[in-house]
């Protein structure tokens, strides 16, 4: 899936409290150019990593924004919440970095202008994904806002957003170790299914990194 739920968890996130259009507008361009940048390079220099590494990192950003949203960082860590700006661009240039192992999945050839056209047309279906998702997410949060139920359910909205964040880092963990190490879980992959398995892990492996071992 193109627009991938995870990230659109941290978006969401993001969002909580900004109430102006320049403010939104603000971070979804940061985050925006992040992923542009690393979908373009990682992609021309064919730099990929494992998914479900770059997934669980997705994951950790949607810790992030939850136990910030309910002021974790002065409350449990005595410190000031991290520049959200900051935060919102690197995890965009993550982001982008997921989009291109993805895309480097499909034949690319290696006409670099061919290249570009299939980057930015693969850009622009994941960017209308994310438009329309966060069109829908900004109404809902901004009609709720005007709600007496706002004040009283955003604290636990976002610790259900930090669960679902865990929940996620958990299943992304585990897909990862069940991947790079078969052999320490007593039940075989085959029984049960992971986050990432349309996408040919075994057999990408099995064509690159075995050989590099032996
Ligand atoms: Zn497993």
Redesign the pocket.
């Known amino acids: 899936m193109l627009t991938g739920y995870d990230h659109l968890l941290f978006l969401f996130g993001v969002l909580f409290f900004l109430t102006t259009i320049r403010d939104v507008a603000k971070f979804v361009s940061v985050f925006t150019l992040g992923h542009c940048i690393t979908l373009v390079f990682a992609t021309f220099y064919k730099i990929t990593w494992n998914y479900y590494l770059v997934d669980a990192i997705i994951a950790l950003s949607v810790i992030y924004k939850a136990f910030d949203n309910n002021g974790g960082f002065e409350k449990h860590l005595g410190m000031k919440s991290p520049n959200l700006l900051i935060m919102v661009f690197s995890f965009g240039l993550l982001r982008g970095f997921g989009l291109s192992t993805r895309l480097q999945q499909l034949p690319l050839g290696d006409d670099k202008t061919g290249m570009l056209f299939r980057i930015l047309s693969f850009n622009v279906g994941v960017e209308v994904g994310q438009i329309i998702a966060l069109a829908i997410m900004v109404l809902a949060l901004s009609g709720w806002r005007k709600r007496e139920s706002f004040k009283r359910f955003s604290y636990a909205s976002n610790k259900a957003l930090l669960y679902a964040g865990v929940f996620l880092l958990a299943m992304q963990m585990?897909?990862y170790w069940?991947d790079s190490h078969p052999d320490d879980?007593r039940f075989p992959?085959q029984e049960?299914n992971?986050a990432h398995e349309d996408m040919e892990i075994e057999s990408e492996k099995a064509n690159s990194g075995r050989d590099n071992l032996e």
């Open positions: 585990h897909g069940h879980f992959a049960h992971h």
